[in-house]
C-alpha cells in the first residue's frame, strides 16, 4: 500500500505558475508510474502527466503539452507537476496517482491515489 499526499495547489492568474507535490513514501518500490489527473466540476477526470518509476519516461496530455513538467525526485520519495502559463481550463482538482503496469508505452492499473490538491486559475 502506497500513500500519497499531494500539496502545491492554491489559486492564480493566468499566466503564473505553481509546482505541485506528491509524496509517496516507498513508491519506487510498488509502482511502475506515477502520474498526475485532474477533474473539473462536471466533467470527467483527465490524465495530465506520467512517469514512469524506473526509468522516468514521461507522457503529457496534448492539453498541458509544453506548459507542465512532471519529474520526480526518489530520494525524497517525491513526485512534481511544474505547471507554466496557466489558463483558466486548467482549474480543477488535481490528484496524484501510482499505478501498476506499465507495457513499454501506456501505463496504466492505477491503484494509489491521493486526496488531491485544489487549482484554481482565474482570468
Known amino acids: 500500500q502506497v500513500q500519497l499526499v499531494e500539496s502545491g495547489g492554491g489559486s492564480v492568474q493566468a499566466g503564473g505558475s505553481l509546482r505541485l507535490s506528491c509524496v509517496a513514501p516507498?513508491?519506487?518500490?510498488?509502482?511502475?508510474?506515477m502520474g498526475w489527473f485532474r477533474q473539473a466540476p462536471g466533467k470527467e477526470r483527465e490524465g495530465v502527466a506520467n512517469?514512469?518509476?524506473?526509468?522516468?519516461?514521461?507522457y503529457y496530455s496534448d492539453s498541458v503539452k509544453g506548459r507542465f513538467t512532471i519529474s520526480q525526485e526518489k530520494a525524497k520519495n517525491t513526485v512534481y507537476l511544474n505547471m507554466n502559463s496557466l489558463k483558466p481550463e486548467d482549474t480543477a482538482m488535481y490528484y496524484c496517482?501510482?499505478?501498476?503496469?506499465?507495457?513499454?508505452?501506456?501505463?496504466?492499473?492505477?491503484?494509489?491515489w491521493g486526496q488531491g490538491t485544489q487549482v484554481t486559475v482565474s482570468s
Open positions: 496517482a501510482g499505478s501498476l503496469n506499465f507495457d513499454g508505452t501506456r501505463c496504466s492499473n492505477f491503484r494509489y
Open positions: 512517469i514512469t518509476t524506473v526509468s522516468g519516461i514521461t
Open positions: 516507498g513508491y519506487t518500490y510498488s509502482t511502475s508510474c
